[in-house]
């Protein structure tokens, strides 16, 4: 399904539980206040004027390269088996995603346990908690804009055996902590292609 010429936004204040499905939100801003959870499907809030979704398959939402600018944002929790958080960014300093509460993706089979926080053409903001697991596994984490910002105090962790945390931006601010114990934490330049491997953990919370 393609959603064109969405102008209006979306803002959730209360409860939304989908037990057995997904929770799809699709709007030029979509801004969570509440809690949604989906703990047996997707969690997918993107932001844009052309909006893709996909009926099935691992990624549900695809903001087309084109869209107006727009913005995704959680203020509190989501907690779901895969979660993804998409917007178009108007330019670098556009802030497209930005996160300062908790999303967990505790998922219990293949291509869940993921969560992904795509800003294209802006910028990928974390103040709050990512967390990712799969059946007492590690999980996936992957940021990717043209800018990322981990603040002080922030947290990536998807600790556990196969745990992947990937971070794609030609400018990097990390100021908090990544756990990706069990597997790898790896640095991406979008433009160049440069891949810098860091390990397992990074911490550069300031002292």
Not at 153 to 161: E, I, M, R, V
Request: avoid cysteine.
């Amino acid at each position: 399904m393609r959603r064109h010429g969405v102008l209006g936004n979306i803002r959730v204040d209360g409860v939304i539980n989908a037990l057995g499905g997904d929770v799809i939100l699709m709007s030029r801003e979509v801004v969570n206040n509440g809690t949604i959870s989906a703990p047996n499907g997707t969690v997918a809030m993107a932001g844009g004027t052309e909006v893709l979704l996909r009926e099935t398959g691992s990624d549900r939402v695809y903001v087309r390269v084109g869209s107006a600018e727009g913005r995704v944002e959680n203020n509190n929790l989501i907690d779901a088996a895969r979660v993804e958080l998409e917007s178009m960014g108007g330019n670098i300093y556009a802030l497209a995603v930005n996160n300062t509460g908790v999303v967990r993706a505790n998922g219990i089979q293949v291509n869940d346990g993921e969560i992904w926080l795509v800003g294209t053409g802006g910028r990928v903001s974390n103040s709050g908690t990512l967390q990712a697991s799969n059946s007492g596994a590690g999980g996936v984490v992957n940021l990717e804009g043209d800018e990322i910002t981990l603040a002080a105090g922030s947290s990536l962790d998807a600790s556990g055996a196969g745990a992947s945390v990937t971070l794609t931006a030609d400018l990097m601010d990390i100021k908090g902590s990544i756990d990706g114990s069990g597997g790898d934490v790896i640095l991406q330049e979008m433009t160049a292609g440069t891949i810098i491997d860091l390990g397992s953990r990074v911490d550069l919370q300031p002292n």
